[in-house]
């Protein structure tokens, strides 16, 4: 499926997360996009997007997204919404992650939309 409207990916990203599908969430990104897993970290580019996002399926969990704002400009939105991760560690420990995402997405030639830059902490790393 692809994102019709630039909201839309947030709903994807939370069923292909929640399902655990690797290479379907791959396909809501830009070749190039860029992802903000943990502060200090940048994931330049697909495959190393995709490292990243093996450690937050490691979870195992139920990934949840809000109502999204969007503020968009032609071709480009910003979207921030808050979202929580509830899962298990690999030791058998529930784990509960949330944050407040600040992302941009770009509408792509076939009118659909992918994350350019994805950063699910938001603002919250810049204390």
């Keep these: 499926m692809q994102a019709i409207t630039p909201s839309e990916i947030y709903e994807l990203f939370a069923s292909y997360f929640s399902a ?18 943990a502060p200090g970290q940048k994931a330049e580019g697909k495959a190393a997007i995709h490292e990243a996002m093996q450690g937050f399926l490691a979870l195992n969990g139920e990934f ?8 968009q400009c032609g071709d480009v939105a910003l ?13 058998g420990e529930p784990v509960s992650i949330e944050g407040q995402t600040s992302d941009v997405v770009r509408r792509q030639a076939d009118g ?7 950063n699910p902490f938001g603002a919250a790393y810049l204390v």
């Design 20 to 37: 655990g599908a690797l290479d379907l969430l791959m396909t809501l990104y830009e070749d190039d996009a860029v992802m903000l897993p």
């Design 79 to 91: 979207l921030m919404s808050k979202w929580t991760l509830k899962g298990t560690s690999t030791e």
């Design 64 to 71: 949840r997204v809000g109502q999204p704002m969007v503020a």
């Design 112 to 118: 659909s939309w992918l994350f350019a830059v994805d």
